[in-house]
């Protein structure tokens, strides 16, 4: 499904080029619950960043699903990645100003979902989640757990084929943390949703399937998660 | 979607109160501007455009060059009318018309007067009703007006003179104490936008001059319209009139005489000719006001980018998420424009409600029926959809795109800065929005400050206390005359009373031809001014040398006094060599006894013309009565009943010296007002701009500042710090505002023949007011940013 190829990302600055990764090569398959582990400054965010083509490598090649990310324009890259993958984010990061149901409702708008399927979908969602009592409310009035439930619904509306998570559970105490990984694991073990994670957490790594380790922009260790 | 962005929209709009009251605060106060200046031109160009046959109808007026420059008069001579009817063949109509003023009494049933009044009349030919299609209501537009000695009425004057209009037709009124007049025809009432605001219209065949032959006296109450035939451009009338003036102005006139045909649209805009209805209104000034309406727009435009960019920062989370979402930046810049349309739609109807408000005041400020009726004018609502597609597209267009164009990776960890290029572009815009602001500030202090000169300059002669009443000028009154003098030269209080055709300033003059020393023809006309022997005295006027007018009870001229100017335009510097040379001056020929000083002969906007002064008994119009102040109440009550004695049959009317000459510069104190409140407008918005910018820079400098404080500042030094960027601003503004303003200013002043000599003061005192200004808001502001904790600021990470 990824295909990741010399990947390369640096910044110069007055000459000197400071590196962010270095020769990141790998594959990810359909299905594959990923960890990526590191310490501060090893490149994982900015690695999640390229893989959700919110970024771009300075060098190297990216093929997602067969093509190649890195020579699509603009418009194409949008339309892959609306297509494909969801987010979730450490911050939650919900728009404020839109209430529960809106926000679960926004990717879909994008994706010009038809006005029936869009409200099934969010129904449905909601359902999922047991939030159909909160679906007013806004991002405000949640506990920082509910924030979080709301912004995977939101990643998972779109019927992504792959989830991005930068510290999903970076924010949370830890039992919240728990019912979202939990929740992660069975989306990839029911749905075969392909997930992404970066995260700290040796216990967050374990319900993964495999784990990259990076270390000053480098793959230090792929190592497969045995049960 | 869109509803959703509308939605989000007034959410967002909501969360952000502050700055959305100053958007809406400063878009709608101008807007209304905008709609306050769009009602007033669109009623000034829609002067006299009711006519059917509007674009076929011009306006024969008079222009003459002379060796000192170039007149233009509205007037044309009285033969012009038959002579033009008959020697121009692709003219539909030709029609002369004949402005006059005088008293009007009807009588009831039993032949008692029951009403006298002193009306404005017009003696109009038949044709003239073939060009201007009136609204008869009774009567025939072709007929009515052919026999001599008829008239036809407006249907408000018939029903003031008759209590009902249907009444009117076989009546009969009676027109300056001459002939009777039968009625035979009412017509609807002119509209007030019309520079001939006919009430009533007399036959011209009852005018007592139309059989004048001379080609050589103009006169501004005689005008003359024509129609062009169908198909026919008004450039062909080019050639026959060229043979036309060879045909006619056969003996040998001063200057060259030129007629020009002036269309029907710019009679109400063009300023060199003005019209019966007294009103003109001239291009430049509505283009003035064209330009500060498109400013009022540009500073509230300004205000929105400035305030829109600069919170940009804190949406830049939003766009992040957005985009992650698979938004495209099209979509979003749909999203912002819409809230932009939201918050224009909103200011908009404020708009029409402060238009509503302010309006009745505009109305009497300019005297005029304006009214904002969306209903009954839809051009209003075009003009109104324009505006706020212009307002919502150009101020939204570029806060849209930047924020469209953040990178979502970035935007999304609140990484986003703005960088120097917007802060740039938000500078310019501030220093263009206070550019315009000082530009428009100079603009009104220069005018204020020339009012005020033209209001103390000295016009050469007296004008306080002094009361001009008319009086009639039939035979019969004639020979009342020395005992009305003497009698009101008897009262208490009067210092002195003179018969005359006008007063020294009026914007009524006559211009004439002369010859000078028997031998020369002067090159130039001269204005005349008719009086008797008391006319220094009253008005204070200086004689140079020679000696005054003697006392003449004659109809005829027997000798002059001329002013400095038409000596000097005679080349002669020495006023003595004047003394004793003859003027020939309509057929009589008199020998120059005086010399006066130079006074204003019309207002302060032009220059002092050559004059030259007369006794003729049968010319007067007025009689000037010059008091002691502290008894004018008084001297005035009996005056009028001295007056009333001798002319019962007629109407008394007086008015004022001073007021009259105050009269002449109400375009000047129109224009006046019009810029402080303009002015005004355009210091608040620009104020409330700089007010929302500062509030948002301190907001984005609160850490900064703290730390700042944490180190050591002090809460002046930090206020201090946040004034000097705006300071530079601001100073930058005036540099630029200041060239603009001149070469607009110069340009305005240069229409006066009195002028104030343009100095640094109006400049320096805009820099002033804008520093103060800036100085204030800024300081307001910063220091209640400065005085915060900084421990409050810094906690947040």
């Known amino acids: 499904m990824i295909q990741l190829q010399n990947i390369e990302k640096y910044y110069a600055n007055k000459g000197m080029k400071s ?198 922009g480098v793959i230090s260790e792929d190592l497969q998660v045995v049960v | 979607m869109f509803r959703l962005n509308l939605k989000i929209a007034f959410r967002n709009l909501w969360k952000n109160k502050g700055y959305t009251l100053i958007n809406i605060a400063g878009l709608s106060i101008g807007m209304t501007g905008c709609i306050l200046i769009y009602l007033f031109i669109s009623y000034q ?80 030919e038949p044709g003239f009703f073939k060009i201007f299609d009136y609204k008869w209501l009774v009567g025939n537009p072709e007929k009515a007006l052919t026999a001599p000695n008829t008239v036809a009425l407006s249907k408000t004057t018939a029903a003031k003179f008759f209590g009902d209009w249907h009444q009117a037709v076989g009546k009969t009124i009676n027109y300056q104490n001459d002939k009777d007049l039968l009625v035979t025809g009412v017509f609807a009432d002119v509209p007030q936008n019309n520079s001939n605001v006919i009430a009533i219209a007399i036959s011209y065949a009852g005018f007592k001059h139309r059989n004048e032959k001379r080609w050589g006296s103009v006169a501004s109450s005689s005008e003359c319209y024509i129609l062009l035939k169908e198909g026919v451009k008004v450039s062909d009338l080019e050639g026959p009139k060229k043979a036309f003036l060879k045909k006619y102005y056969v003996e040998k006139t001063i200057g060259k005489p030129d007629h ?70 099209k979509q979003l810049m749909i999203q912002f424009l819409t809230e932009t349309l939201v918050l224009t739609l909103i200011a908009l109807l404020l708009a029409c ?128 005359y020395e005992i009305l003098k003497a009698r009101i030269k008897a009262e208490p209080g009067v ?45 204070g006027l200086k004689l140079l040398a020679g000696r005054y007018l003697a006392k003449s009870k004659s109809d005829t001229a027997r000798e002059y006094v001329v002013n400095e100017t038409l000596l000097k335009k005679l080349d002669m510097t020495n006023v003595q060599d004047a003394i004793g040379k003859k003027i020939l001056f309509g057929g009589i020929r008199g020998p120059v006894v005086g010399v006066v000083r130079d006074f204003n002969n019309l207002n302060l906007r032009g220059a002092i013309s050559p004059m030259i002064m007369m006794t003729r008994n049968d010319r007067f119009e007025i009689i000037a009565v010059k008091m002691n102040a502290q008894q004018i109440p008084a001297v005035m009550k009996n005056i009028e009943k001295i007056w009333n004695d001798y002319y019962f049959e007629q109407v008394y009317s007086a008015d004022f010296m001073d007021e009259r000459i105050s009269n002449y510069y109400t375009g000047e104190q129109l224009m006046g007002t019009l810029f402080k ?70 340009k305005w002043l240069s229409g006066y023949a009195y002028r104030i000599p343009l100095n640094i003061w109006p400049f320096a005192a805009s820099m002033l007011i804008s520093l103060v200004i800036t100085l204030v808001t800024v300081s307001l502001r910063s220091y209640q940013a400065a005085k915060t904790n900084p421990i409050n600021a810094l906690k947040y990470e």
Request: net charge neutral.
């Open chain 2, 495 to 539: 210092t002195a009373v003179s018969f005359c055709s006008d007063a020294p300033s009026s914007d009524d003059n006559t211009n004439n031809a002369f010859a000078f020393d028997s031998t020369i023809d002067a090159a130039f006309q001269a204005n005349t001014k008719v009086v008797d022997d008391d006319y220094l005295k009253t008005f």
């Open chain 2, 353 to 480: 409600v402060f238009t509503e408000i302010v309006l009745p005041g505009m109305s009497a400020l300019f005297k005029e029926e304006i009214t904002f009726n969306l209903l009954g004018h839809p051009v209003i609502f075009v003009f109104i959809f324009c505006m706020v597609l212009l307002v919502g597209v150009l101020s939204g267009f570029y806060p849209a795109m930047i924020m469209s164009g953040f990178s979502p990776a970035l935007a999304i960890k609140n990484k986003i800065n703005i960088g120097s290029g917007g802060n740039t572009i938000r500078k310019v815009l501030v220093i263009i929005q206070f550019a315009i602001t000082i530009v428009l500030v100079t603009g009104t202090l220069v005018i204020v400050m020339q009012m005020k000169f033209m209001r103390e300059k000295s016009l050469g002669f007296t004008s306080s206390a002094i009361a001009l009443i008319n009086i009639p000028s039939d035979s019969l009154s004639r020979q009342k």
């Open chain 1, 19 to 216: 590196y962010i990764l270095r020769h990141v090569s790998t594959t990810i398959r359909q299905g594959e619950f990923v960890s990526i582990m590191g310490p501060s400054g090893a490149g994982k965010s900015t690695l999640l960043n390229i893989l959700g083509m919110l970024e771009e490598p300075t060098y190297g090649t990216y093929e997602f699903m067969g093509e190649n990310v890195v020579s699509l324009n603009e418009r194409k890259r949008i339309e892959l990645y609306r297509n494909h993958i969801g987010f979730v984010f450490q911050a939650y990061h919900l728009i404020d100003e839109m209430t529960v149901a809106e926000n679960i409702e926004a990717p879909l708008l994008y994706k010009k979902v038809g006005a029936a399927e869009r409200k099934s979908r969010v129904a449905e969602m909601l359902d999922r989640f047991n939030m159909v009592a909160k679906k007013d409310l806004f991002p405000g009035q949640l506990s920082g757990g509910q924030q979080q439930l709301v912004g995977i619904a939101r990643a998972l509306a779109a019927q992504p084929l792959l989830i991005l998570a930068d510290e999903p559970t970076g924010n949370l105490q830890s039992a919240q943390a728990l019912q979202i990984m939990d929740l992660f694991r069975k989306l990839n073990e029911e749905e075969n949703i392909t997930i992404i994670q970066v995260t700290h957490s040796e216990v967050n790594a374990g319900y993964g399937s495999r784990i990259l380790h990076l270390l000053d």
């Open chain 2, 260 to 329: 020009l045909f002036q269309p029907l649209k710019d009679i109400h805009t063009d300023e060199r000719f003005g019209s019966f209805s007294g009103k003109k209104t001239s291009k430049n000034e509505l283009l003035g006001l064209t330009v500060i309406g498109v400013l009022l727009l540009l500073t509230a435009c300004i205000n929105f980018i400035n305030l829109a960019t600069a919170q940009a920062v804190g949406r830049s989370k939003e766009v992040g998420v957005r985009k992650v979402m698979g938004s495209g930046k």
């Open chain 2, 677 to 746: 409140v303009f002015a005004m407008t355009i210091i608040f918005i620009s104020f409330i701009g700089l007010f929302g910018l500062i509030s948002f820079v301190a907001t984005q400098r609160t850490k900064e500042m703290a730390i700042r404080k944490v180190l050591g500042a002090n809460v002046l030094e930090l206020v201090t710090m946040l004034n000097t960027s705006f300071i530079r601003m601001i100073l930058l503004a005036n540099l630029i505002a200041w060239p603009v303003a001149y070469i607009f200013i110069e």
């Open chain 2, 45 to 124: 160009l829609s002067f006299d455009q009711q006519y059917q046959n509007k674009d076929r109808i011009y306006r024969v007026v008079s222009h003459a060059y002379y060796a000192g420059g170039e007149e233009f008069d509205r007037g044309v001579p009285l033969p012009l009318a038959p002579a033009m009817r008959n020697d121009f063949g692709m003219l539909e109509q030709v029609a002369a018309l004949e402005g006059s003023f005088g008293m009007i009494k009807v009588k009831d049933s039993k032949g008692n007067v029951k009403l006298k009044t002193l009306e404005k009349a017009f003696y109009a």
